[in-house]
Every structure is written in structure tokens, then in C-alpha cells.
């Protein structure tokens, strides 16, 4: 029986196109006893404020700032009955009210992945969002992401919705388009417990996914009435992240619940840090593993990481050489090294 044994394998050749490896770079577990003000802020009132008219929906709900709280990790909206009114900038009474939150102003991403947890509601009327809108930006010429959106019912709020909206501007009816999709759970409703909602937001691909279960994609092509992909508006800007529950224009009926609500067990956003590796390269020209050490060729590789599959960097070294890999427990690695020409090379390895 032999002894020894390598110490690391490589185990993919340097054609290999790199598989997604996503690296947390913002989220929100709502672990504290009051909302973030460094990640979140409120939207107020109807919209009159900006010229809408229930947020442009006609939406019937007033949003405060008192109808979120946070509790035992948990987010919770809450819609209300508001029996004496709330009056907006144009005198309009509304008599539900409700709650959204946002990160404009505080963080705003292009490409990645969005994820949220959340249990959403039952009651017709209610109208829960997930989603999304460019900084600065015009509607709908620069685009709308709708990760997330249920319209709940007095049975099952069984269907799950998501979709993407352009347009030119100013707003006109004829040139609005939209992709969407519907998803039917087969087991009760969605606000019988938290479910994942989440895109995958790629340059030219936008991809859906309900429980980690790929429901819809869209690229430039899906628009057959605005094919040009200069008009695709999902590759500019920068966007941030809206979550609120609405009152549809036409409202609840008798049998509807107040007080109601969704809660939100967390909000994550990640990128990729994979790249494809180098072609027609040999890697060990830049990289030799021994035992535990790391060297590398420092007239080639710029710098060099070692990262665990979460992509969060356990170790980093620059021009030095070689990285000691002793502290690293048994497992499997993935190598980044930046080369000096720009490029960056992606290997996994395994520590027996």
C-alpha cells in the first residue's frame, strides 16, 4: 500500500469554462431589533409627491415607516385598515396602510445574484413585490425587474409571477413590453410558509428561479417588438432593491384580513467571481503545489488567492512567491491568480 499521497490534485485542465462561484457582497438577516438604516430606507405616502397617482398603480395603501419591524430575524410588513384616513399631498384619503423599503441611495449593484426569503399573504387585494429599478433612471425606458410579485387570493395564493418591463419614454402604452411568467405551486399556498425567490442577472440573460428551480429566462431576442439589443436596458445603469406589500386598485372584499402581513427572512445579493480560465496554457508554468506550499511565477501572476466554494478569500499573497497552505484544513479550494496581462486564471483543488 502506498504511503504518500498528493497532497493537492488538480482536478479540472485548464479548459475548463469556470461554473458560477458566487461571493456575498451585500445582505440583510434582519438579526437586530429594528431595520438597517445603512442598507434600507422607506418610500412615504401614495406617490402625489411625485406626480403618481397610488404609485402609479392606483394603488389604494398609504406607506409609513411604522408598518415594518423587525423581530427574532425576521422583516415583517404590515397592512392595516386606517378607519379615520391618511391624507396625502393632494388631500386624497387612504384607508389602508402599508409599508416598502428600498435601498435607493444606499446600495445599488448591475450583475449578480438577488435572492430573498420570504412568506408572502392570502386576502384579495394584497398585492407583494419583489424587485427592482435602475438609479437615476426612467420608466420605463430604462427598465423594471420584477423578481417577485403574488396577487393574493381568499383561497391559495398558489401562483408566483416575475418579469421584466421596457419601454420607451415618455410612458406610452404601444411601446411598453414586457416578459413575464407564472409559477403554480402544487402544495397549498405560498404564504403557508418562507419560500426562495431569486434572478440570476447576467450581461444580455435574466434568469428566474423559485425555490433554486430555474422558471424563466429572458435575453434581448425575447422582445420580439424591440429586438435591438441597444435597446436592451438591463445592461446600463446601476439598480436597487424594492420590497413592499400594495393594495391593488380595486381592493379587498369582506373577506379579506386585516391586520395582515409578509415576512422576510433575509435579502442577499452575490456576484460571480468565476471567469473562464486560460486556454491553451500550461498551468504549470505558473503555478507548482507542493505538499504545503503554493509557488508561483511572479514575472506572470500579478497576484494569487485562495477562496473557499462560498467565495469568501481565506488567503491572499502579492509578488511574494508562494502562499503556505498548512493553516488550510482538508477540503477543496479554487485558486485565483491574476495574471500581468489581465486575465485572471480559475483552478480547483482538492486538500486530502
Same mark, same amino acid.
Given at each position: 500500500?502506498?504511503?504518500?499521497?498528493?497532497?493537492?490534485?488538480?482536478?479540472?485542465?485548464?479548459?475548463?469554462?469556470?461554473?458560477?462561484?458566487?461571493?456575498?457582497?451585500?445582505?440583510?438577516?434582519?438579526?437586530?431589533?429594528?431595520?438597517?438604516?445603512?442598507?434600507?430606507?422607506?418610500?412615504?405616502?401614495?406617490?402625489?409627491?411625485?406626480?403618481?397617482?397610488?404609485?402609479?398603480?392606483?394603488?389604494?395603501?398609504? !406607506? /409609513? *415607516?411604522?408598518?415594518?419591524?423587525? &423581530? +427574532? =430575524?425576521?422583516?415583517?410588513?404590515?397592512?392595516?385598515?386606517?378607519?379615520?384616513?391618511?391624507?396625502?399631498?393632494?388631500?386624497?384619503?387612504?384607508?389602508?396602510?402599508?409599508?416598502?423599503?428600498?435601498?435607493?441611495?444606499?446600495?445599488?449593484?448591475?450583475?449578480?445574484?438577488?435572492?430573498?426569503?420570504?412568506?408572502?399573504?392570502?386576502?384579495?387585494?394584497?398585492?407583494?413585490?419583489?424587485?427592482?429599478?435602475?438609479?437615476?433612471?426612467?420608466?420605463?425606458?430604462?427598465?423594471?425587474?420584477?423578481?417577485?410579485?403574488?396577487?393574493?387570493?381568499?383561497?391559495?395564493?398558489?401562483?408566483?409571477?416575475?418579469?421584466?418591463?421596457?419601454?420607451?419614454?415618455?410612458?406610452?402604452?404601444?411601446?411598453?413590453? !414586457? /416578459? *413575464?411568467?407564472?409559477?403554480?405551486? &402544487? +402544495? =397549498?399556498?405560498?404564504?403557508?410558509?418562507?419560500?426562495?425567490?431569486?434572478?440570476?442577472?447576467?450581461?444580455?440573460?435574466?434568469?428566474?428561479?423559485?425555490?433554486?428551480?430555474?422558471?424563466?429566462?429572458?435575453?434581448?431576442?425575447?422582445?420580439?417588438?424591440?429586438?435591438?439589443?441597444?435597446?436592451?436596458?438591463?445592461?446600463?445603469?446601476?439598480?436597487?432593491?424594492?420590497?413592499?406589500?400594495?393594495?391593488?386598485?380595486?381592493?379587498?372584499?369582506?373577506?379579506?384580513?386585516?391586520?395582515?402581513?409578509?415576512?422576510?427572512?433575509?435579502?442577499?445579493?452575490?456576484?460571480?467571481?468565476?471567469?473562464?480560465?486560460?486556454?491553451?496554457?500550461?498551468?504549470?508554468?505558473?503555478?507548482?503545489?507542493?505538499?504545503?506550499?503554493?509557488?508561483?511565477?511572479?514575472?506572470?501572476?500579478?497576484?494569487?488567492?485562495?477562496?473557499?466554494?462560498?467565495?469568501?478569500?481565506?488567503?491572499?499573497?502579492?509578488?511574494?512567491?508562494?502562499?503556505?497552505?498548512?493553516?488550510?484544513?482538508?477540503?477543496?479550494?479554487?485558486?485565483?491568480?491574476?495574471?500581468?496581462?489581465?486575465?485572471?486564471?480559475?483552478?480547483?483543488?482538492?486538500?486530502?
Amino acid at each position: 500500500m502506498r504511503k504518500i499521497i498528493l497532497f493537492f490534485l488538480f482536478i479540472f485542465n485548464v479548459n475548463f469554462i469556470f461554473s458560477q462561484n458566487w461571493q456575498l457582497v451585500w445582505s440583510d438577516d434582519f438579526d437586530g431589533n429594528t431595520l438597517d438604516s445603512s442598507k434600507w430606507k422607506h418610500d412615504f405616502g401614495t406617490g402625489s409627491q411625485f406626480g403618481m397617482w397610488g404609485w402609479g398603480n392606483g394603488e389604494l395603501q398609504y !406607506y /409609513q *415607516s411604522q408598518n415594518t419591524f423587525v &423581530s +427574532n =430575524g425576521v422583516a415583517t410588513i404590515e397592512v392595516k385598515e386606517e378607519p379615520n384616513g391618511l391624507i396625502d399631498s393632494w388631500n386624497n384619503v387612504s384607508y389602508y396602510s402599508s409599508s416598502k423599503i428600498t435601498t435607493k441611495g444606499l446600495f445599488d449593484f448591475r450583475y449578480g445574484k438577488v435572492e430573498a426569503r420570504i412568506k408572502t399573504i392570502d386576502g384579495t387585494g394584497f398585492w407583494p413585490a419583489f424587485w427592482m429599478l435602475p438609479s437615476d433612471g426612467s420608466w420605463p425606458c430604462d427598465g423594471e425587474i420584477d423578481i417577485m410579485e403574488q396577487w393574493g387570493n381568499d383561497y391559495l395564493t398558489n401562483n408566483t409571477t416575475g418579469a421584466a418591463h421596457i419601454g420607451s419614454c415618455p410612458y406610452s402604452q404601444s411601446t411598453h413590453f !414586457y /416578459q *413575464s411568467f407564472g409559477a403554480y405551486s &402544487s +402544495n =397549498g399556498s405560498f404564504a403557508d410558509d418562507f419560500h426562495k425567490y431569486a434572478i440570476i442577472w447576467k450581461e444580455d440573460t435574466i434568469s428566474w428561479y423559485v425555490n433554486d428551480v430555474e422558471m424563466f429566462q429572458i435575453t434581448p431576442q425575447s422582445y420580439f417588438s424591440i429586438p435591438q439589443p441597444h435597446q436592451w436596458p438591463f445592461n446600463s445603469n446601476d439598480w436597487y432593491i424594492m420590497i413592499n406589500l400594495a393594495i391593488t386598485q380595486s381592493g379587498p372584499n369582506s373577506s379579506t384580513v386585516f391586520p395582515n402581513n409578509i415576512q422576510i427572512d433575509y435579502v442577499r445579493v452575490y456576484k460571480d467571481i468565476s471567469s473562464t480560465s486560460i486556454e491553451n496554457k500550461n498551468v504549470s508554468d505558473v503555478l507548482v503545489i507542493s505538499k504545503n506550499l503554493l509557488t508561483y511565477n511572479t514575472f506572470k501572476i500579478a497576484n494569487i488567492k485562495i477562496l473557499d466554494l462560498n467565495g469568501r478569500m481565506l488567503l491572499s499573497e502579492k509578488k511574494s512567491g508562494n502562499i503556505s497552505l498548512s493553516n488550510l484544513n482538508q477540503g477543496l479550494y479554487i485558486i485565483e491568480a491574476l495574471h500581468v496581462e489581465g486575465y485572471k486564471i480559475h483552478q480547483k483543488i482538492i486538500k486530502y
